[in-house]
């Protein structure tokens, strides 16, 4: 929530924050999980950049860590829970994506996840899907 000062009196206005999603550009898996968390920000809360980009530079997200990157609120959030975040905020099915990752324990879920991220690569070698598709080129950060 903001104060803002209007007609000598200060209001509480609610500023909905945009969320930034940092992926592998260079992953066709990676690049499927964007498409697909796109089409389900409705509320158009999600903004998506790559970890190789000047936006993840800014934002100082290492990128030794072969796994995404989620900001919300200031905070980082890496791996299995940047994912269930990222899924959650996008609403529709991704709130019971993310409702499923959330009854599985922490590690189990950034065990699951890092095992993907290491063989994201070999899962997926069509390299024919590209990015953005229609209506996200605005939501895009380099």
Not at 53 to 68: L, Y
Request: aromatic share 10%.
């Amino acid at each position: 929530m903001k104060l803002q000062f209007f007609a000598r009196t200060w209001q509480a206005s609610l500023v909905e924050e945009k969320m930034i999603v940092f992926f592998d550009s260079d992953c066709l898996f990676c690049k499927g999980g964007v498409r697909w968390l796109n089409r389900l920000d409705a509320k158009d809360r999600l903004r998506f950049a790559p970890l190789s980009g000047e936006t993840s530079k800014n934002w100082k997200i290492d990128t030794t860590d072969d796994s995404m990157a989620f900001i919300q609120n200031g905070v980082t959030y890496r791996a299995s829970e940047a994912a269930r975040l990222a899924f959650q905020t996008a609403g529709g099915v991704g709130t019971l994506f993310a409702l499923g990752l959330k009854l599985l324990p922490l590690k189990i879920r950034n065990w699951g996840y890092h095992v993907i991220a290491r063989n994201r690569k070999k899962l997926l070698k069509n390299e024919t899907c590209e990015l953005p598709e229609e209506g996200m080129r605005e939501k895009l950060l380099s």
